[in-house]
């Protein structure tokens, strides 16, 4: 397994550095992300071929964290080749940045390989999980495909309010129940993921290891490079009716709306 995780994360790496080149020569970056995802997923495979070999287990996982890889990786691809304008996340860093944005972006992007090749390492944990398939595979299985489903309805859903309605703020549908339905349902399938690899019987090392994809996705879409960032941008370019949104809407986890403060106030002087 050392070899395969010294080439998996070489390979992601490699990616990524490529990704950085990239974007300073076409100063765009909507394209990084797609990337990313695209590379963790090959990353992980190549971890689980090499630790896991040819195992039904092995498969499940595998073939999960392919169909992860790819729609994900080509939905975010898509997204930025159908939009003339940068990612604000990226492009704000940009700016923040400043002149040093060339090296900054580059050691950015490595710390996200990083990430990544700990997400492929956490997978093949997951695939090494010994024993016969069972009903704990089966549930595994359900929460991931449930994720997929929520992540495509909630991608769907924004892509249809924007055509009618650009400039809003989306309040539809899963939209009404989560501010980030697509960031919790993307969280959810690494929870399906560890599901399938946990040994609940007698928890080990193995174990920790399997916990880390859940954990880290997380703090990254919760705490550090998905809510923070996107809502920052959120509310410079809708202010107040962005705030409404988030005073009305969980941020993550999908929960009963509020009434909006204009409804509270309306309410009070009838």
């Given at each position: ?138 549930l595994g299985v359900a929460i991931a495909v449930i994720a997929f489903g929520g992540e495509s309805l909630a991608d769907r859903t924004l892509r249809h309010f ?109």
């Open positions: 397994m050392i070899a395969g995780g010294v080439l998996a994360l070489v390979l992601i790496a490699a990616i990524m550095a490529g990704a950085a080149i990239l974007a300073e020569r076409t100063r765009r970056s909507g394209f990084i992300d797609g990337l990313w995802s695209l590379a963790t997923g090959l990353s992980a495979l190549v971890l689980i071929a090499s630790s896991a070999g040819v195992t039904a287990r092995a498969l499940v996982v595998g073939l999960l964290v392919a169909v992860w890889s790819i729609r994900l990786g080509g939905h975010l691809l898509t997204r930025t080749l159908a939009s003339a304008a940068d990612d604000p996340r990226y492009a704000r860093l940009r700016r923040e940045w400043g002149a040093a944005a060339p090296r900054r972006l580059f050691v950015f992007l490595q710390l996200q390989a990083v990430a990544g090749w700990l997400l492929a390492v956490s997978a093949a944990a997951a695939a090494l999980r010994p024993g016969d398939l069972s009903w704990q595979d089966g924007r055509a009618r309605r650009a400039g809003a703020v989306c309040d539809v549908g899963l939209w009404a129940w989560s501010r980030h339905p697509n960031y919790f349902f993307e969280w959810l399938f690494w929870v399906g993921i560890a599901v399938v690899g946990l040994g609940f019987e007698a928890l080990g090392l193995r174990d920790l290891v399997v916990i880390i994809a859940p954990a880290e996705m997380y703090w990254l879409l919760v705490k550090v490079s998905g809510i923070p960032l996107l809502e920052r941008h959120m509310v410079e370019s809708r202010g107040a009716a962005f705030q409404d949104y988030q005073a009305r809407v969980s941020p993550f986890f999908p929960w009963p709306p509020k009434r909006s403060q204009a409804a509270y106030h309306r309410d009070k002087t009838r």
